[in-house]
């Protein structure tokens, strides 16, 4: 495959960092952007330093011959139907989290690729950062043993100071805590212990803070999470907290424990006397400019390139964190432990 051609849809804050990444990665280019807004490309080209062509019809760009990807940066809701079309096109997808706010569109959109036989990426980026990419190979090198227990928490006050604030205080735009922002806690999670969770229970609760009060649902919530082998994990979602963003990950195993960027071990003597500090940076921002989208591309295109999905944040991998974000939703919805299999029980 020659270079491959992007399309953006959507033209936000989230657009902009994508556009950015793609201007390191080898073997891709953005070519156009479609907006519900009319642009002038001269003024697209003078803002991000390269020509784009503007649209504001989707299907007009859709039917573009020099666009291979449609990448998806517009909000929430519209996720699923946008994602489908560009299937339906033979356009293989990069699709913003999360791909859908309810499950039965989640499967809608799996459908669609599967049947189109596009591949797609989630933007569950964080797992490309420096910091996971350390905790994979400390659990590659065996240096904690067999993990039974482990959490991941995402901590990140989205008041009114915050851009997004304004509609993501809408449930029909947000969705929920975990959705619009904790779905990367979770899916780290699922990335460090696997994915073959078995049930679920989810509480959800909500700042008595001034500040949160628009919100339309509950802003904190905690997941606990039992695995097929017996294994537990936690996940708390945050987003109505008066602190710092933080992100938070601790694994314990058999031989040993790791605490966000410290790890004490038996496996190697140095490291069992007390916390040692590993070097890495952490994931320690809300910015999506921060964020490690030009390594998530670039694996992308060479996957493409090699006709085959990319590891790590493929729609498949992407798709099973979902089904466990939507037993959580479930969960706390009923009040009681969700199987995963009763997503699918009719």
């Excluded at 020509?51 to 929430?76: F, N, S, W």
């Amino acid at each position: 495959m020659s270079e491959i051609g992007i399309g953006i849809v959507g033209l936000g804050w989230v657009a902009g960092a994508h556009i950015e990444a793609f201007r390191s990665v080898r073997g891709a280019s953005v070519r156009a952007i479609c907006s519900r807004r009319k642009h002038d490309p001269a003024d697209l080209e003078s803002t991000y330093g390269i020509p784009l062509k503007a649209y504001t019809d989707y299907e007009t760009m859709l039917a573009d011959p020099d666009i291979d990807v449609i990448d998806i940066c517009t909000p929430h809701p519209l996720h699923p139907a946008q994602a489908i079309a560009a299937a339906q096109a033979n356009k293989h997808l990069i699709i913003e989290k999360p791909v859908a706010l309810k499950y039965e569109d989640l499967n809608a959109v799996r459908d669609a690729i599967r049947t189109a036989g596009v591949q797609a990426a989630v933007c569950f980026e964080c797992r490309f950062s420096a910091h996971f990419t350390l905790i994979r190979s400390v659990l590659d090198q065996g240096l904690l043993g067999s993990i039974h227990y482990g959490e991941a928490d995402y901590y990140h006050g989205v008041g009114p100071w915050y851009g997004q604030f304004e509609w993501n205080v809408k449930k029909d735009i947000g969705g929920s805590s975990l959705l619009t922002g904790g779905c990367h806690a979770l899916d780290a999670l699922l990335m460090f212990m696997g994915d073959e969770v078995e049930e679920v229970m989810c509480y959800q609760t909500k700042s008595s803070h001034e500040a949160f009060a628009p919100y339309e649902y509950p802003t904190t919530s905690t997941s606990l999470l039992r695995f097929a082998d017996g294994r537990v994990g936690k996940v708390a979602s945050v987003i109505d907290c008066m602190q710092p963003y933080h992100f938070h990950v601790q694994l314990v195993g058999s031989q040993g424990s790791l605490l966000d960027n410290k790890i004490y071990t038996e496996q190697l003597p140095g490291l069992s006397k007390s916390w040692t500090a590993l070097q890495t940076s952490l994931v320690d921002s809300g910015d999506v400019s921060d964020h490690p989208y030009a390594e998530q591309f670039q694996v992308f295109a060479d996957s493409l390139a090699k006709g085959e999905p990319m590891p790590l944040t493929d729609f498949e991998t992407a798709y099973q964190t979902h089904r466990v974000i939507f037993a959580a939703e479930l969960s706390a919805e009923l009040g009681r432990p969700i199987k995963l299999a009763e997503l699918d029980a009719g």
